[in-house]
Protein backbone atom coordinates (compact mmCIF):
# COMPACT_ATOMS: atom_id res chain seq x y z
CA UNK A 1 0.00 0.00 0.00
CA UNK A 2 1.33 3.26 -1.23
CA UNK A 3 1.16 6.43 1.43
CA UNK A 4 2.28 9.87 0.95
CA UNK A 5 2.40 11.34 4.45
CA UNK A 6 3.24 15.36 4.04
CA UNK A 7 4.44 17.85 6.96
CA UNK A 8 5.49 21.05 7.21
CA UNK A 9 3.54 24.22 6.39
CA UNK A 10 1.42 26.56 8.28
CA UNK A 11 1.24 30.35 8.36
CA UNK A 12 4.07 32.37 7.24
CA UNK A 13 4.90 36.51 6.29
CA UNK A 14 5.59 37.12 2.77
CA UNK A 15 9.18 37.51 2.22
CA UNK A 16 9.40 34.20 4.46
CA UNK A 17 10.37 30.88 3.85
CA UNK A 18 8.73 27.36 4.57
CA UNK A 19 9.72 23.90 3.96
CA UNK A 20 7.29 21.36 3.15
CA UNK A 21 8.24 17.33 3.70
CA UNK A 22 6.55 14.16 2.18
CA UNK A 23 7.33 10.72 3.78
CA UNK A 24 6.75 7.92 1.23
CA UNK A 25 6.27 4.38 1.98
CA UNK A 26 5.13 1.84 -0.70
CA UNK A 27 7.03 3.10 -3.17
CA UNK A 28 11.28 4.05 -3.53
CA UNK A 29 11.13 8.27 -4.40
CA UNK A 30 14.24 7.84 -6.09
CA UNK A 31 12.70 5.30 -8.57
CA UNK A 32 9.79 7.48 -9.06
CA UNK A 33 8.93 11.01 -10.77
CA UNK A 34 7.63 12.82 -7.44
CA UNK A 35 5.81 15.86 -7.43
CA UNK A 36 4.48 18.97 -5.82
CA UNK A 37 1.18 20.13 -6.83
CA UNK A 38 -1.29 23.08 -5.19
CA UNK A 39 -4.31 24.48 -5.05
CA UNK A 40 -5.76 27.83 -4.29
CA UNK A 41 -9.18 28.78 -3.31
CA UNK A 42 -11.47 28.79 -6.23
CA UNK A 43 -8.91 27.83 -8.67
CA UNK A 44 -8.25 24.63 -10.11
CA UNK A 45 -4.67 22.55 -8.69
CA UNK A 46 -1.64 23.16 -10.37
CA UNK A 47 1.85 21.90 -11.04
CA UNK A 48 4.11 23.30 -9.03
CA UNK A 49 7.11 21.50 -9.28
CA UNK A 50 9.24 17.58 -10.58
CA UNK A 51 12.02 15.79 -9.36
CA UNK A 52 12.28 12.92 -11.78
CA UNK A 53 13.86 9.26 -11.01
CA UNK A 54 17.11 10.98 -12.18
CA UNK A 55 17.61 13.52 -10.04
CA UNK A 56 16.26 16.26 -12.71
CA UNK A 57 14.37 19.06 -11.71
CA UNK A 58 11.62 20.88 -13.30
CA UNK A 59 9.22 24.07 -11.96
CA UNK A 60 6.90 26.18 -12.92
CA UNK A 61 7.52 29.74 -14.24
CA UNK A 62 5.84 30.88 -10.96
CA UNK A 63 8.25 29.27 -8.53
CA UNK A 64 11.58 29.07 -10.65
CA UNK A 65 13.73 30.35 -8.74
CA UNK A 66 12.08 30.63 -5.35
CA UNK A 67 11.14 27.04 -4.40
CA UNK A 68 13.33 24.31 -4.50
CA UNK A 69 12.16 20.32 -4.56
CA UNK A 70 14.65 17.45 -3.73
CA UNK A 71 14.66 14.37 -1.99
CA UNK A 72 16.24 12.21 0.77
CA UNK A 73 17.05 8.61 -0.76
CA UNK A 74 18.17 6.92 2.57
CA UNK A 75 15.17 8.60 4.39
CA UNK A 76 12.08 8.08 1.37
CA UNK A 77 11.63 11.47 1.54
CA UNK A 78 10.46 14.63 -1.09
CA UNK A 79 10.87 17.91 0.24
CA UNK A 80 10.08 21.37 -1.01
CA UNK A 81 11.51 24.33 0.29
CA UNK A 82 9.82 27.43 -0.34
CA UNK A 83 11.49 31.37 -0.49
CA UNK A 84 10.52 35.06 -0.91
CA UNK A 85 7.14 33.17 -0.55
CA UNK A 86 4.05 35.67 -1.48
CA UNK A 87 0.72 36.26 -0.91
CA UNK A 88 -0.66 34.04 -4.33
CA UNK A 89 1.52 31.41 -3.15
CA UNK A 90 -1.20 30.91 -1.01
CA UNK A 91 -2.78 27.40 -1.43
CA UNK A 92 -3.46 23.90 0.17
CA UNK A 93 -0.39 22.01 -1.33
CA UNK A 94 -0.24 18.02 -2.45
CA UNK A 95 2.93 15.77 -2.56
CA UNK A 96 2.03 13.30 -5.69
CA UNK A 97 3.77 10.19 -7.73
CA UNK A 98 2.02 11.35 -10.97
CA UNK A 99 3.44 9.13 -13.96
CA UNK A 100 1.37 8.42 -17.24
CA UNK A 101 0.14 4.65 -17.56
CA UNK A 102 0.59 4.67 -13.92
CA UNK A 103 -1.90 4.91 -10.85
CA UNK A 104 -1.21 8.44 -9.40
CA UNK A 105 -0.51 8.82 -5.46
CA UNK A 106 -1.42 11.89 -3.58
CA UNK A 107 -0.53 12.96 -0.17
CA UNK A 108 -2.95 14.56 2.41
CA UNK A 109 -2.56 18.01 1.78
CA UNK A 110 -0.68 20.75 3.39
CA UNK A 111 -2.11 24.59 4.06
CA UNK A 112 0.60 27.17 3.28
CA UNK A 113 -0.64 30.73 4.17
CA UNK A 114 1.12 34.00 3.08
CA UNK A 115 0.40 36.67 4.54
CA UNK A 116 0.55 40.29 3.28
Known amino acids: QVQLVQSGGGLVQAGGSLILSCAAS????????MSWYRQAPGKQREWVAT???????NYADSVEGRFTISRDAAKNMVYLQMNSLKSEDTAVYYCARIQIGYYSYWGQGTQVTVSS
Open 51 to 57: ISSDGKT
Open 26 to 33: GIIVSLNP
